[in-house]
């Protein structure tokens, strides 16, 4: 069997997050994403993949943080994927953009070890007060699976329905804002991830779905979207009032 040749893109937060292998040779990169992904991220692509000395039209796959996370860097990353996709004739594999900072988490402290199984909290700031989050296991047979999905929250919500859990460790950039609803929960470890962890963790997930699938037609790489609504109006930013105040997580793909 030839080498698995991959690349994998991720812009859902403000950093713009890339990895490409060639079998067991690979590479990654960071840099600043936010407004200037679209216009980085392909430049970067290339120059990442010659790195390699791996051309575009050898690879066999693209992989992308498909969110949930940034409105604009989620349509960002599946567009470039679709299109890559297309013009390649290859399938795409879709990256739980929260598994991808369980993953960078974990992996950055050391914590994915044969013996263990790390029980992961993610908590995002999903910007108007509100929280993206996700729980997820990993074990060395199994990789990665998810025991709650990526959902939206208001921070009192999810500390009500977090009481009494018991993660390996919480990460992401919503626990502060969780903290001040439920300080009790922040008593768990709590896990930094830069962003050249996030970059670092992208192939260990792309290599995952590849082997697990589902492994996507182009048409399918969408980006997942937890909220219609992606900003406040002014007058509800001078009233300090999120329009959005959910008892219970909603979800919804688009």
């Known amino acids: 069997m030839s080498a698995l040749r991959l690349l994998a893109i991720d812009s859902s937060t403000e950093a713009l997050s890339l990895a490409a292998c060639s079998g067991p040779r690979e590479a990654h990169l960071s840099c600043a994403g936010g407004a200037q992904a679209s216009a980085r991220l392909l430049p970067q692509a290339h120059a990442l993949l010659q790195s390699l000395d791996l051309p575009l039209a ?6 992308f943080g498909c969110g949930p996370g940034a409105f604009t860097g989620l349509r960002t990353a599946a567009s470039v994927a679709q299109g890559l996709a297309y013009g390649l004739s290859c399938p795409l594999v879709a990256i739980d953009s929260l598994m991808l900072v369980a993953q960078a988490a974990a992996q950055g402290h050391g914590l994915l070890q044969p013996a263990d199984t790390v029980d992961m909290a993610v908590v995002m700031d999903a910007r108007m007060g509100e929280l993206y989050a996700a729980w997820y ?14 959902a939206l929250w208001s921070p009192a919500a999810l500390a009500a329905a977090w009481a009494g859990l018991q993660p390996t460790a919480c990460a992401g950039s919503g626990t502060a804002l969780l903290a001040a609803q439920a300080p ?16 670092a963790a992208l192939l260990p997930l792309a290599r995952q779905g590849w082997a ?24 509800e930013r001078a009233s300090a009032l999120s329009p959005l105040r959910p008892s219970a997580p909603r979800s919804s793909a688009v």
């Open 58 to 63: 050898s690879l066999d796959g693209i992989a």
């Open 212 to 235: 697990q699938g589902p492994r996507l037609p182009a048409a399918q790489g969408l980006p997942l979207y937890l909220r219609d609504k992606v900003a406040l109006t002014t007058a």
């Open 137 to 150: 296991r990993w074990r060395l047979d199994t990789g990665w699976t998810v025991g709650s999905a990526a």
């Open 184 to 199: 009790d929960l922040l008593s768990w470890a709590s896990l930094d991830v830069s962003d050249g962890d996030r970059a």
